[in-house]
């Protein structure tokens, strides 16, 4: 599963970057808070604002059939939405076109020639969710997600078998520890609880790492149960020689320290993969 396709520059950063450019200054931010599943709220000049989903503006009573019907018409297009409220009314709408990364439809054939369905969660509208995943490659897709709802699904489909989570976030935290195994996307846009919690992290935010980290990890998965064969085997042809009396010293250091040499040996194969895949 993945709710990272596409990684975006976070809305009010894109405020910020745009009010640079028009050479404007940006108003210091007092108090910032984060709202689980929602967004976030500051104090700005002693009054409090709020960078927000439809969902928050919903359960406040502050949406409209205008609003509604314009959040739609961006969502069905692909975008994110982020509202900039009072508590009392809405005062913008932001509509932030997600780019999906160059990798992620090649990331995602690969994790479907290995036999991996992968799944898209999302907190953003549904609209955006699925337009993205489509672009992907991806057909199972559900957005507006808060992250117990995203624990929900993951244990959902944890009942058919082992589930892999991928996130950077904050909201994601929970289900890469729900997860049977957790990928953070450690680059620039990660946060540190996703990383902290997540069992591997990937050191650049390439998608294509998931499916290498998890081909490594099968192949070396392979390369220990023939060192145990190699190591039972010589070890049960020694027994046999030495039961039947024709056993000797030599064959007693081969069926030792020769064992150790092979597996090492066998186990150094790992090399070549690990050389390849160096951000893992």
Request: aromatic share 4%; net charge neutral.
């Amino acid at each position: 599963m993945a709710d990272g396709l596409a990684f975006y520059p976070p809305v009010s950063h894109a405020i910020a970057q745009g009010l640079h450019a028009e050479g404007l200054s940006a108003s210091p931010v007092q108090d910032l808070q984060a709202l689980p599943g929602r967004g976030v709220q500051a104090r700005i000049h002693g009054a409090t604002y709020y960078l927000v989903n439809l969902r928050w503006a919903q359960e406040n009573g502050l949406t409209s059939p205008d609003l509604q019907a314009a959040v739609h018409a961006h969502s069905s297009l692909g975008r994110s939405i982020s509202l900039l409220a009072t508590s009392s009314h809405v005062l913008a709408l932001f509509a932030v076109a997600d780019t999906l990364r160059p990798q992620a439809r090649q990331a995602v054939q690969q994790l479907q020639a290995m036999g991996i369905a992968p799944v898209v969660l999302s907190g953003d509208h549904p609209d955006a969710v699925r337009a993205m995943a489509a672009q992907a490659g991806i057909t199972q897709a559900e957005g507006g997600l808060l992250p117990e709802d995203k624990l929900q699904r993951l244990h959902a489909l944890q009942a058919h078998g082992a589930v892999g989570m991928v996130g950077d976030g904050i909201n994601d935290a929970p289900a890469l520890a729900q997860a049977n195994i957790g990928f953070a996307m450690g680059g620039a846009h990660s946060t540190g609880m996703a990383m902290e919690t997540a069992d591997v992290v990937l050191m650049h935010d390439d998608l294509r790492r998931i499916p290498d980290t998890i081909a490594l990890s099968q192949r070396a998965h392979r390369v220990l149960w023939q060192n145990i064969g190699l190591a039972l085997g010589i070890k049960a042809g020694f027994f046999a020689l030495a039961v039947s009396g024709h056993a000797s010293m030599w064959l007693a250091v081969l069926a030792d320290m020769g064992v150790s040499l092979l597996v090492v040996a066998n186990g150094l194969r790992l090399r070549r993969t690990a050389h390849k895949n160096p951000a893992v």
